[in-house]
C-alpha cells in the first residue's frame, strides 16, 4: 500500500514531530511534511500550547517559499483536526491548499476527531490514507492517546539504582549513583512530561529543585509533591521559580488551623494547595491522576520519589512504565527501589522491556506492563 519513499517522507515528519517533544503538551507532537514533483516544499511541527500546528507551519512554510502546495502530497503523523480549539480546523487550511493525498501515521484518538478529519478531506475530493508509520507515531504520542482513550495520563516513574537494586546508603545518600550522562537523559524525560511528582520525604531529604536543567527546553513541568499532612518545608527549593512552572501540593484532609493557616501561606506564594484524601487519609493516588488528565490536561507524569511512595504508586497500579537506570556497581545493605511487598508470587506485576541502551557506562531499561 505504501512505498519506500512514502516511507521516507513519513520517516522526516516523524522527524518534524520529535522536535515538538517538549513543546506542544498538552497537544500531541505532530510532524508534517508536504511533497510536490519528488521534493520537500514544506516542513512543520506542533508549537507551544496556542501557537500553530504542524499542518499550518509546513503551509507556511510552503508560503514562505514561494510555492504551493497545489497538488502535493501532504504526510502527516496525526489525523489533521476539524474542530476549532485554540486554533481553527486544520483542515480547512489543508482543504483551501488543494493538495492531491494526505496521508496519516494514525487516526486521532480525541473523541472531537476521531475520523472526522479524514472525512471532511475525503469530501473535499483530496485522497486519504492513514497507517503509514502508525507504531512510530503512536510512541511518540502515549500521554496524549491515554489521555483521550483511559481518561488517565501516561505515567513514568524513573529510578536510578545500583546493579543489586539499591537506591541509596542506609543513611539515606543517593547522590551521585548514576553517571553524569544518564542524569542528563534523566532530564530529557523530565522535560517530556507536563508535571514531575515526587514525595515530601524526598523534599525534606533531597530539596531537590526537581526542574529541568540539562537539556534546553522553552517549558519548564509542573512540579507536584504528594505530602499527606503538609510537612513541606516553606523554605524547599522546589517552591522556589514559581513564575517559570507551577508548583501544586496534594495533601489529605487539613483539619486544624495550623494546617489551615500554613496552605494559606503557601497559597500566597503562589503554590496550589488540594485537599485529595482516601480513606486511610492519605492521598488517594488514583484520584489524583484522573484529575491531573480531565480537570488539567495533563498528558505525561514523570514520576521521581523514594521508597515509600514508589510502592504505594505501584501497589495501586498507577504506573505505565518504569525508567530504570543501574549503575554498575554494588551498594549490599541499602535502600531499595520500592516497599513492594507480596505474599505469594500471584500478587506480581509483570514489565516488558522496551527498550535498553547504554547512557554513558550505566544501563538504562524501559519497560512497560504486561
Not at 507551519?57 to 514562505?64: E, G, I, Y
Not at 505505565?320 to 500478587?347: C, H, K, R
Request: charged fraction near 20%; hydrophobic fraction near 40%.
Amino acid at each position: 500500500m505504501y512505498s519506500a519513499v512514502d516511507h521516507q517522507w513519513m520517516g522526516e515528519a516523524i522527524d518534524q514531530a520529535h522536535k515538538a517533544l517538549y513543546l506542544a503538551n498538552p497537544n500531541p507532537r505532530v510532524g508534517c511534511v508536504i511533497v510536490k514533483d519528488g521534493q520537500v516544499i514544506g516542513r512543520g511541527f506542533t508549537q507551544q500550547v496556542g501557537g500553530p500546528h504542524a499542518e499550518i507551519q509546513a503551509l507556511s512554510d510552503v508560503k514562505a517559499s514561494g510555492k504551493d502546495a497545489v497538488g502535493s502530497i501532504v504526510y502527516v503523523t496525526l489525523e489533521p483536526c476539524n474542530h476549532t480549539g485554540r486554533t481553527p480546523p486544520c483542515v480547512d487550511a489543508l482543504i483551501a491548499a488543494r493538495p492531491a493525498k494526505v496521508i496519516a501515521a494514525m487516526s486521532d484518538p480525541n473523541p472531537l476527531v476521531c475520523g472526522k478529519g479524514l472525512e471532511r478531506l475525503k469530501a473535499a475530493g483530496i485522497e486519504v490514507q492513514c497507517g503509514l508509520m502508525e507504531v512510530e507515531a503512536t510512541a511518540l504520542n502515549r500521554g496524549f492517546i491515554s489521555r483521550m482513550t483511559r481518561g488517565l495520563p501516561w505515567v513514568r516513574m524513573k529510578i536510578a539504582a545500583s546493579l543489586d537494586g539499591k537506591t541509596a546508603l542506609p543513611n539515606g545518600q543517593s547522590q551521585w549513583i548514576t553517571g553524569p550522562l544518564a542524569r542528563a537523559d534523566g532530564h530529557h524525560w523530565r522535560a517530556q512530561a507536563c508535571a514531575i511528582v515526587t514525595g515530601v520525604g524526598t523534599v525534606k531529604e533531597d530539596d531537590p529543585l526537581l526542574n529541568v536543567r540539562e537539556v534546553q527546553t522553552q517549558r519548564q513541568p509542573w512540579k507536584i509533591i504528594i505530602d499527606s499532612k503538609l510537612e513541606t518545608p516553606l523554605t524547599a527549593q522546589i517552591l522556589k521559580h514559581i513564575d517559570q512552572s507551577g508548583v501544586i501540593i496534594v495533601c489529605a484532609k487539613i483539619a486544624h488551623s495550623e494546617l489551615q493557616e500554613k496552605a494559606r501561606t503557601l497559597q500566597a506564594m503562589g503554590v496550589e494547595v488540594i485537599e485529595m484524601p482516601n480513606p486511610s487519609g492519605k492521598v488517594d493516588l488514583p484520584e489524583l491522576f484522573s484529575y491531573l488528565a480531565k480537570d488539567r490536561q495533563m498528558n505525561e507524569i514523570h514520576i521521581e520519589s523514594g521508597f515509600k511512595l514508589n510502592g504505594s504508586m505501584l501497589r495501586e497500579h498507577c504506573v505505565d512504565e518504569l525508567l530504570l537506570y543501574y549503575a554498575p556497581f554494588m551498594i549490599g545493605v541499602g535502600i531499595g527501589m520500592a516497599n513492594v511487598d507480596l505474599a505469594t508470587l500471584s500478587e506480581r506485576q509483570d514489565w516488558q522491556i522496551i527498550d535498553q541502551s547504554l547512557i554513558g557506562a550505566d544501563l538504562r531499561l524501559r519497560l512497560i506492563k504486561n
